[in-house]
């Protein structure tokens, strides 16, 4: 089982920066593709940036490319959302979450790819 904790959430003005991070629990990191998604309010959740296992395939939202980087550092069980010149529309609780493919090469986005879960840290931003 992979457990899930995000981090780095906060309140940011407009064209600020944040980076979010996810820690994870046990063994089987490393294998798997991870994925961040974020649910604004009144919204469905959606696909923002996602990262093979080996970290060196990505892919990107349309609405983010250019301004988040997804990135992992395996020796620390730990997955990267920075996020750059932030808009209001940014503002979510964004999720972090694991594919559950082990060594795929591919990049996965679509949310039935992603068994495993965190509970979201909330990023506002001001205009």
């Known amino acids: 089982q992979l457990q899930l904790v995000e981090s780095g959430g906060g309140v940011v003005q407009a064209g600020g920066s944040l980076r979010l991070s996810c820690a994870a629990s046990?063994?089987?990191?490393?294998?798997?593709?991870m994925g961040w998604f974020r649910q604004a309010p009144g919204k469905e959740r959606e696909f923002v940036a996602a990262?093979?296992?080996?970290?060196?395939?990505?892919y990107y939202a349309d609405s983010v490319k250019g301004r988040f980087t997804i990135s992992r550092d395996n020796t620390k069980n730990t997955v990267y959302l920075q996020m750059n010149s932030l808009k209001p529309e940014d503002t979510a609780v964004y999720y972090c979450?694991?594919?559950?493919?082990?060594?795929?090469?591919?990049?996965?986005?679509?949310?039935?790819?992603?068994?495993?879960w965190g509970q979201g840290t909330q990023v506002t931003v001001s205009s």
């Open positions: 979450a694991a594919d559950g493919i082990y060594y795929s090469g591919n990049v996965h986005y679509s949310e039935a790819d992603f068994p495993f």
């Open positions: 990262v093979n296992w080996s970290g060196e395939n990505t």
């Open positions: 046990g063994r089987t990191f490393n294998r798997y593709g």
